[in-house]
């Protein structure tokens, strides 16, 4: 069952996505009627684990293939564009395991997401030297600035290989920023983060959406998600049970089912799912 | 025993014709594996390709030379492509598998009877570069210093491939060094990502292939100027072990690297080969332990045995900035 976006009309939608199914042989993985993000908010996907989440999350950057369905970024069609142009076109994500490019220095790391570069064609790399060198000059100073933003400026010149697991999750999201999206989706972005990077983390996400980016977050974690979040999605078995305000959908009773009834949420989850607190 | 001989011998190997052959082959793949981390294992069907397309547009349809160099390089381009567009969207391993079995399915049907009409079959087509040796500047004296000397036609066909040498790796060095460089780097370490940031993938590494492999079709074409000969059974699969061997030995994803190892290659083989005839015909090697015939393969061996302990020792090869000490101290500075 799919109950419609609630009453959030007075922003526009910045992601729209209508009837998209994504199948595995017989299995349906992903049967989402209606999915809106609002422009300039904070959006969590929700859900158990094997609830689709990650599935839709690949359909719509590109990253898989989706069966039936359309969707919309900015009211232009995106449906079924390869992942390069969606991300061209302002949608860019990142991914569940960080994936730094370990033998890139972290300036590199950076200076790669930055748009209309000219000298990466073969032509602009060879015969436009000078006019890259001064795109190169200007977006090196921008990367300088993003890197100094997450805290880590002094190790510009390292390869990313050497950097944590915390500081890889920073990199990510700086090099993200780095292409100027219009809406950054975030896959499972504190999986794995010690507490307190949760923290630094979420600040980070908080000043992304003040400077006017909008958010797409998939996450499992409650807490997290009712801190932050202006909007909840809760999917299960592939389709969307609920969407709204956080306090709205951890108080629909097909998300509470939907988390008692699997074994992966652990009783945690579902105590704080019944309303025992928001706070560790 | 004579060891000038020895090390003329070697010197002479290190710096001709052969040598530069084998760099040219080994910077188109140091582009795609060092630089792309394409797996081509197909080297030797990109030199057959150039080496054959320009030999038989001259010999069969009387071509001038110049026009025989481009079709070996139009042939190059049209293999990459091959190659290329079916499995470059595929996993890294497909294109390993899709590349030797093509170099090796192009040496059997180059050398079929079928296609002896067009191709002279298993032996090939000797004497046919009279046109580039008639450019020769050299006349036919010989030059250098006694024994350290090479006849006029092989200092042309090596001044002429270590050029080639000198603009692939200049041409190296220039898209390494720039954004295209940066974005082909990465795609090496994680593709994905690198389309997340909205590059296109594929036309990137299908750029890389294509570059190289038409590298490698120079080389192709320098080899048979070099030995005025093609013949299909020149270009098997170990031919495109060689350009690994020696991209290994000198460095991978290093601008110079293709180039220190095939001299090193050469240096090597040559000096190993001169040594050891030199040794079994002096005696001091008894006949009965080793014939002259052994040392073909035993030279190979050392090769390989040079090749592991490059593994062992500077994995990255001798240009490596990787040292496994440099490795380990950069971690514990991280570590402090």
């Known amino acids: 069952m799919t109950s419609s976006p609630s009453g959030h009309e007075t922003t526009q939608s910045i992601l729209s996505a209508q009837g998209v199914q994504r199948r595995f042989g017989g299995l349906t993985a992903v049967d989402v009627d209606d999915f809106v993000v609002r422009g300039g908010t904070i959006t969590a996907l929700i859900g158990p684990n094997g609830a689709g989440k990650s599935t839709f999350f690949n359909v719509l950057t590109g990253f898989d293939r989706a069966d039936a369905g359309a969707w919309q970024l900015e009211g232009r069609e995106v449906t079924g564009l390869p992942a390069y142009r969606l991300a061209r076109q302002g949608m860019v994500r990142t991914f569940q395991l960080t994936r730094s490019l370990a033998d890139l220095t972290l300036e590199e790391n950076v200076l790669l997401a930055a748009p209309g570069q000219r000298g990466e064609g073969i032509g602009g790399a060879l015969f436009g030297r000078r006019s890259w060198r001064r795109q190169e000059a200007d977006n090196t100073e921008r990367a300088q600035e993003l890197l100094a933003r997450f805290g880590l400026e002094q190790m510009a010149g390292q390869p990313a290989g050497v950097l944590s697991g915390g500081q890889r999750k920073l990199l990510e999201m700086a090099r993200a920023l780095m292409s100027e999206p219009r809406l950054l989706l975030l896959d499972e972005p504190m999986a794995g983060v010690n507490p307190r990077l949760v923290e630094t983390l979420l600040d980070h996400i908080r000043q992304v959406r003040a400077e006017g980016t909008t958010i797409l977050f998939v996450e499992h974690d409650m807490d997290v998600v009712a801190d932050i979040s202006d909007d909840v999605v809760c999917m299960a078995f592939g389709k969307v049970l609920a969407t709204g305000t956080p306090a709205e959908v951890m108080r629909d009773p097909e998300v509470i089912d939907a988390y008692l009834g699997s074994d992966e949420a652990g009783d945690d989850d579902s105590a704080r799912l019944a309303g025992k607190g928001r706070q560790p | ?336």
Do not use: C, H
Not at chain 2, 176 to 187: K, L, Y
Not at chain 2, 286 to 300: A, F, H, Q, W, Y
């Open chain 2, 1 to 336: 025993m004579d060891l000038i001989a020895v090390l003329a011998d070697a010197v002479r190997a290190a710096v001709g014709p052969q040598a530069a052959v084998f760099a040219l082959a080994a910077v188109g793949l140091n582009l795609q594996f060092g630089y792309a981390g394409l797996m081509n294992f197909g080297q030797a069907g990109f030199m057959l390709v150039g080496g054959y397309g320009m030999t038989v547009s001259v010999t069969r349809y009387g071509a001038p030379l110049w026009l025989g160099v481009l079709i070996g390089l139009l042939m190059g381009f049209l293999l990459a492509l091959l190659l290329g567009v079916p499995t470059l969207r595929l996993r890294g391993d497909y294109l390993a598998i899709a590349t030797i079995a093509t170099a090796e399915i192009l040496r059997l049907l180059f050398r079929s009877e079928a296609a002896a009409p067009l191709t002279y079959g298993v032996f090939g087509v000797q004497q046919f570069a009279s046109g580039f040796y008639d450019l020769n500047p050299f006349g036919g004296g010989s030059y250098g210093i006694g024994r350290f000397s090479l006849s006029g036609g092989q200092l042309w066909i090596a001044l002429v491939g270590w050029l080639l040498v000198a603009a692939a790796v200049a041409l190296t060095a220039l898209l390494v060094s720039s954004p295209w460089g940066r974005v082909i780097r990465a795609i090496r370490n994680d593709e994905e990502v690198v389309r997340a940031l909205g590059k296109n993938t594929y036309a990137y590494k299908l750029q890389a292939l294509v570059l190289g492999g038409l590298m490698a079709s120079v080389a192709g074409m320098v080899l048979a100027l070099a030995s005025q000969a093609v013949t299909p059974d020149t270009y098997t699969a170990d031919l495109s072990f060689y350009a690994f061997a020696v991209l290994l030995l000198g460095g991978v994803g290093r601008v110079l690297g293709p180039v220190v190892g095939a001299v090193l290659f050469w240096l090597l083989l040559a000096a190993s080969d001169s040594l050891l005839r030199q040794a079994i015909t002096s005696g001091v090697i008894s006949d009965e332990l080793l014939s002259t015939s052994d040392v073909g393969p035993i030279r190979l061996a050392l090769v390989g045995i040079a090749l592991i302990l490059f593994m062992y020792f500077r994995a990255g090869g001798l240009l490596s900035r990787r040292t496994p000490k440099a490795a380990a101290t950069a971690k514990a500075e991280v570590a402090a």
